[in-house]
C-alpha cells in the first residue's frame, strides 16, 4: 500500500493521511495521487487533490471467501439480522466496519425476476431478460443499499448529523436510516423537482427538509460545501461507504443466476453512484478470482439530462487507467455554466448534469467495457407502462434501463440471444402522477386509460365485455 507523503507542513493534514490499520483503508482514485487515508475519518473528497475517494482492503490478510457460493450458509441463518439484510450477507465482500457498527432495517430483501414480457418488448430470446426490482426496499429504491453502508460508517465515527443533496430516493433514504440511528438528518432538495412520493418520505420520516431555490446541481454544490464548513457527515454517493453498500446489488443478481455472470447489466445513469459501485464490486471479484467473466455494463441517460452520453460517446473521454483527461472534463463544465445549462427529464430522479462520481463511472466503464447511451423522456415512458403492465411497478428514472436495452438491441449492439439484466432502480408509488398522467393523456397500444360509464348497472356489464 502506498502512502503519499504530501508536503503541507501542516501536522493535521499528516495526521489525515495517517492510515491506521493496514487492512482497509481509503485511497484516491486520481493515479497521480493515489494518498491512503484512514477508514475512520469522514472525508468524502481526498484533502491531497480533491479527488474522489475509494474504500480500499488489503484481501490478502482479510478473511474472504474463497467461492461465492459460500454465502449461502448465510440463508440458514436469517435470525440475525446482518444475514437477513441482502446488503451484510455479504459482509466480507465490504468489510469496512466491524459488525457491532452496521445498521440494518431490512434492506436488500429484492429479487432478480425474468421477464419474457419485457424481452419480447426489447427483441430479447426467452429467457434472457431480468429485471432486478430494487424498489422492494424499506425506503422504495436501492438507496438503501448505499445507505446501509454510509449509516455504519456514520456509527463508526461517531458522527452526529448526516446530511445529502437530493432528487428525492436519496433523502427518503437518509430520513428513514437517520431516525433508525438516533441521528440527526437535513436534505437539500430542487425547488418544484422533486415526486411527491418522495417529498412525503423525508417529512414523514422526520428529516430536516431544506428546499433551495435551485436544481439538483446546485444543491449538490452547496451541500459539499455546508458538509465541509458545518462538518457534518455526507451520505451522497461521493461517500465512499455508500457504494460499498451497492455493490451487493450485484452480489444478488448473481446469487440468483447461480453465481453465474450475466452477458449485459443495464443501468439509468444519474449522479452515477451505481454505475460505479457496480463497477467495483465486478473488479474486485474479479480480483479475488470469484468470478470468471466480467458483464458489459450499459449506463442510460435521459436525452435531457445526457453529461455522461456526451462526454463518453460524443467526446470519447475515457479512464485510461486512470489519467483522466481532466481538462476536456473541466472545459465541459465551464460551458454548461456559462451557458447557464439546466437539465430537464421526466424522470426527475436522474436529471443531473454534473454528475459527481463521473470518474468513478469512467472506471466502471473501462473495468465492464460498458456503452452509454441516452432515451428520450417517450421512450422512458414507454418502457414504463410495458414494465408495469408485466408486472413490476417502477418510476421513470428506472424505465430507462429498458429503453435502453431495446435501444443497444435495435442498434445490434446487444444480440438477441445476449442475457440482460436491468436495474429498476425505484418503487412505481414514488411518483405516482407520472404514471396516472401517462394512461390519461398518452394515445399508445400500451397506455391504459380509464374508462367513463353512467352510473347505470347494464352500462358497466357493457363496458366489461367489449
Ligand atoms: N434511479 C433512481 C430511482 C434514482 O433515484 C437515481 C438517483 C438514479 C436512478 C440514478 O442513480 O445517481 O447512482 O446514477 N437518485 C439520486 C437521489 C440522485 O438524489 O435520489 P445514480
Redesign the pocket.
Known sequence: MKNTSVSTGEAHLKEMFRVSDNLRYQQCLNNKCQATFGIEQALFSCPACGDLLDARYNWDKLDVPDSLSWFEKRWATRNNPLDFSGVWRFRELLPFCDEQYCVTIGEGQTLLQQNDGVGNYVDIAAGKVYLQYEGMNPSG???DNGMTGAFSHAKMVGAKHAI??????????LALYAHSCGMKGSVFIGSGRIAYG?LSQALDYGARTIQVKGD?DDCMRQVKEVAAREKLYLV??LNPFRLEG?KTIMFRVLEKLNWQVPDWII???????????FGKAFMELKELGLIDKIPRLA?INATGANTLFDLYENIGVRFNGGDVDNETIDAYFAKLDAENYRPKTI?T??E?SR?V?LKK?LRALEVCNGVVREVSDEDILHAKAIIGKHGLGC?P??A?SVAGLKRLREQGIIDTNESAVCIL??HQL?DPSVTVNYHIEAETTFSNKPIEVENDIDAIIEKLRH
Do not use: D, Y
Open positions: 429504491s436501492f438507496k445529502c443533496a437530493s432528487t428525492g430516493n436519496t433523502s427518503a433514504s418522495k439538483f451522497n454517493s451497492q443501468v439509468p445513469g444519474g449522479n452515477l453512484g451505481n454505475s460505479s459501485a449506463i424522470a430522479a436522474i443531473i454528475p462520481n463511472c418510476e428514472a428506472s430507462a432502480t425505484g414514488k
